[in-house]
C-alpha cells in the first residue's frame, strides 16, 4: 500500500522560511518523478515544483523561483521544499505527488493529505 505523508507546515511570519517533507512508502522511490502543488481557500489547485527521478531536473511556478527549493533523497524515500521568503499570497494546502511522469502537467498516481502553510503579513 502506497502512503504519502507531508510535513513541516505551520504559521511563519512574511519573509520566512519552512522546509516542506514528503515520506513515501510502498513504492520505489525513484521510479517516480515527485511534485509539489498547493490549493489556497476558493482557488484551484496549482502546481508549484517539480523534480525528476535523481534530481537532475526541476521545474518552479514563475512565482516561487529564486524563493523555493525543491529536492530529493532517494535513500531515505523523501522529498523537499525549502521556502525562504515567504510570502502571505504562498498561504495554501501543500500537497506531495508522486508519478511516472516528470512535469507539472503529467499525471501523478499518489497524493499525500496536504500540509497548511500560513504566511501572516
Known amino acids: 500500500q502506497v502512503q504519502v505523508v507531508e510535513s513541516g507546515g505551520g504559521l511563519v511570519q512574511a519573509g520566512g522560511s519552512l522546509r516542506l517533507s514528503c515520506t513515501a512508502s510502498g513504492l520505489t522511490f525513484d521510479d517516480y518523478a515527485m511534485a509539489w502543488f498547493r490549493q489556497a481557500p476558493g482557488k484551484e489547485r496549482e502546481g508549484v515544483s517539480c523534480?525528476?527521478?535523481?534530481?537532475?531536473?526541476?521545474y518552479y511556478k514563475d512565482s516561487v523561483k529564486g524563493r523555493f527549493t525543491i529536492s530529493r533523497d532517494n535513500a531515505k524515500n523523501t522529498l523537499y521544499l525549502q521556502m525562504n521568503s515567504l510570502k502571505p499570497e504562498d498561504t495554501a494546502m501543500y500537497y506531495c505527488?508522486?508519478?511516472?511522469?516528470?512535469?507539472?502537467?503529467?499525471?501523478?498516481?499518489?497524493w499525500g493529505q496536504g500540509t497548511q502553510v500560513t504566511v501572516s503579513s
Open positions: 523534480i525528476s527521478w535523481e534530481g537532475e531536473y526541476t
Open positions: 505527488a508522486a508519478g511516472p511522469y516528470y512535469g507539472l502537467r503529467s499525471e501523478y498516481n499518489y
